[in-house]
């Protein structure tokens, strides 16, 4: 096939490249040229802005599209409309941040999505990412109808993660000693390997594979203490793991997903308990976890022994926890 790859050179995008190129299909780039140039020097690169002119596309065929950048309905319509009449399929990357009720578990694809609160649809924030997303997917889906393909990711992970949300547990776990570990009714994890969505990717666009699907893992339920007890396997750490009751770490102001990552309270799990059914079933697939924290442990060393992870509590916060839990807790829980 030849598909055309809006972005392509940061994270996800790299890993559908190497998909696509592993399938024998022939690869153009569409982007700015401002992350990573040097990569894939054997490519076609189409130097551009995409909310700029786009005509060079307009004159040239592709069988596909794959948008791996689109956060803004006003630009990701203008490149569907300029892609309509060359290009025959198009595979949109969107995110399960789209869904409106987060503390809902097994949300699916009919589940309510999100609107824009304050009318600002031109410009990204974390507040109105998941909003502008959906809006994104209905600019896609007007142009393009079953001609489609809408992705739903959830966490990505693996080689060149640079969030640090799911390195941090492989790593801290390495380190050993006493590790702070939530403790809630809803304890399930979900991400994806990003080698996995990109073959997923690359599957819905050579199969033109209609419609929208959240696009997580693992294919099982796992749980935080599952994926820990990996780590402990796979570090060969003697960690002991200190379990905090959820509302005790909330009112210690730890932040869900970023001071202890993967975590998320009550009111936001259902985005840790997404339904992947539909996805399952289209040929989605998922590599075992090991390879996922092979991968995500030897990104992380080549960065170097000093590097700083972007997310995760720090040792002296973590203390500082553990000793506040300790002295109002005569029971702790250890895994």
Known sequence: MNILIIGGTIFLGRHIIDSAIKRNHNIVLFNRGKHNPELFPELEKIKGDREGDLSELK????????DTCGYVPKVVRKSADYLRDSAGHYTFISSISVYKNAGDLDLDETSETESVKDGITDTMTLENYGALKALCERE??????????????????????????????????????????????TNNVQFIDVKD??????????????????????????????????????????????????EFLLKENVVPYKDLTLWLPADSAGMNNVNISKAKSAGMKIRP??????????????????????????????????????????SKLVW
């Not at 004159?59 to 794959?66: E, L, N, P, W």
């Not at 993660?161 to 809630?184: A, H, M, N, Q």
């Not at 929208?212 to 203490?225: A, D, I, R």
């Not at 060393?301 to 807790?329: A, H, M």
């Open 140 to 185: 896609v889906s007007e142009v393009f109808g079953n001609d489609s393909s809408l992705v739903r990711s959830g966490l990505i992970v693996g080689d060149g993660d640079f969030s640090d949300r799911f390195t941090y547990w492989v790593e801290r776990i390495s380190r050993g000693g006493k590790v702070i570990v939530p403790v809630s009714e």
């Open 289 to 330: 976890l090991t390879e996922t924290l092979i991968d995500t442990m030897k990104y992380h060393l080549s960065r170097g022994k000093d590097f700083k992870l972007r997310t995760g509590l720090s040792s002296e916060r973590e203390k500082e926890i553990f000793d506040k839990w300790e002295s109002v807790s005569k």
């Open 197 to 246: 969505l990109a073959d997923w990717v690359i599957k819905m666009t050579e199969e033109k594979i209609s419609g929208v699907y959240n696009s997580t893992g693992p294919l099982e339920t796992l749980s935080l203490y599952d994926l820990i007890n990996q780590c402990i396997e796979f570090t060969g750490s003697r960690a002991d793991f200190i379990g905090i009751a959820e």
């Open 59 to 66: 004159r040239r065929k592709f069988d596909a599209v794959i």
